[in-house]
């Protein structure tokens, strides 16, 4: 290839990185519901009782969130059949980030392809949130159902990426799935924004807590050595981290990441 047909590749590939980054200004904010757990999770003031008001206004994402805690890993006896139940079990905090979680996933719209299975891609993600506050819970992190939340939207770039540029998203996912790699090393293959700067930028958009958008941001990252990031939140990005590698690694769900898959 002549220097001129380099440069000029370059210049496209560039152009479409400008152009994928200002595509992100028209994402849509979160559903109110979502918002408003947001609020209640942030006011130390807030209560088990509004979280309940909230969900009832949205009886999609109860009945998600119902499913959820009827799962094996909570094993509440008897099961739950309402909110407030699933309140006495859980609390307050461990509730609000399902809910906000929950309807994070539910803001985007099914990946229907046979390069990428949006259920394989749900997987990875809860094992992620699962493996992170079972390790959080095992260092005695202060909070680890705010780990739970780090762990299962930690790779959402990947969604935002999809719905702002489908073709680009199923690219990366063919590429992986070829040649056994990982999926950032095809983002940079392609000149493409990382899935975990656009998750960060979608996050401070929406408002979520730090932790969550710092997790986003820097989960393939040894963050133990940098000093940009706040030392109280340098702990459960060092969980995700390790959650994610452990999920990739053990092959449960697939994240679009091929990198120990073959």
């Given at each position: 290839?002549?220097?001129?047909?380099?440069?000029?590749k370059?210049?496209?590939?560039?152009?479409?990185?400008?152009?994928?980054?200002?595509?992100?200004?028209?994402?849509?904010?979160?559903?109110?519901?979502?918002?408003?757990?947001?609020?209640?999770?942030n006011?130390?003031?807030?209560?088990?009782?509004?979280?309940?008001?909230?969900?009832?206004?949205?009886?999609?994402?109860?009945?998600?969130?119902?499913?959820?805690?009827?799962?094996?890993?909570?094993?509440?006896?008897?099961?739950?059949?309402d909110?407030?139940?699933?309140?006495?079990?859980?609390?307050?905090?461990?509730?609000?980030?399902?809910?906000?979680?929950?309807?994070?996933?539910?803001?985007?719209?099914d990946?229907?392809?046979?390069?990428?299975?949006?259920?394989?891609?749900?997987?990875?993600?809860?094992?992620?949130?699962?493996?992170?506050?079972?390790?959080?819970?095992?260092?005695?992190?202060?909070k680890?159902?705010?780990?739970?939340?780090c762990g299962?939207?930690?790779?959402?770039?990947?969604?935002?990426?999809?719905?702002?540029?489908?073709?680009?998203?199923?690219?990366?996912?063919?590429?992986?799935?070829?040649?056994?790699?990982?999926?950032?090393?095809?983002?940079?293959?392609?000149?493409?924004?990382?899935?975990?700067?656009?998750?960060?930028?979608?996050?401070?958009?929406?408002?979520?807590?730090?932790s969550?958008?710092?997790?986003?941001?820097?989960?393939?990252?040894?963050?133990?050595?940098?000093?940009?990031?706040?030392?109280?939140?340098k702990?459960?990005?060092?969980?995700?981290?390790?959650?994610?590698?452990?999920?990739?690694?053990?092959?449960?769900?697939?994240?679009?990441?091929?990198?120990?898959?073959?």
């Amino acid at each position: 290839m002549s220097q001129a047909a380099s440069s000029n590749k370059v210049g496209q590939e560039s152009a479409h990185f400008q152009e994928l980054l200002s595509k992100l200004q028209d994402i849509r904010t979160l559903p109110v519901v979502a918002m408003k757990v947001n609020d209640l999770i942030n006011d130390p003031n807030s209560s088990s009782g509004e979280i309940a008001e909230l969900l009832k206004k949205d009886l999609v994402l109860t009945a998600k969130i119902l499913r959820l805690v009827n799962s094996s890993y909570y094993s509440i006896p008897g099961g739950v059949a309402d909110v407030k139940r699933a309140l006495a079990f859980l609390g307050f905090n461990t509730l609000a980030q399902l809910v906000l979680s929950l309807s994070v996933f539910s803001f985007f719209k099914d990946v229907a392809s046979s390069e990428f299975s949006m259920t394989e891609f749900w997987r990875h993600c809860l094992a992620v949130g699962v493996c992170s506050e079972v390790i959080a819970k095992k260092i005695k992190l202060p909070k680890p159902e705010e780990a739970f939340s780090c762990g299962l939207l930690h790779d959402v770039g990947k969604l935002v990426l999809h719905e702002i540029d489908p073709q680009s998203f199923l690219k990366i996912v063919t590429e992986t799935q070829r040649h056994g790699s990982s999926y950032i090393d095809v983002e940079r293959q392609l000149d493409l924004p990382s899935h975990s700067y656009i998750g960060e930028i979608i996050a401070t958009k929406w408002g979520l807590p730090q932790s969550i958008r710092l997790a986003i941001r820097y989960h393939h990252f040894d963050v133990s050595r940098m000093d940009s990031i706040l030392p109280s939140v340098k702990p459960v990005i060092q969980v995700v981290r390790l959650a994610n590698n452990i999920c990739i690694k053990n092959q449960v769900g697939k994240s679009g990441d091929c990198s120990e898959a073959l």
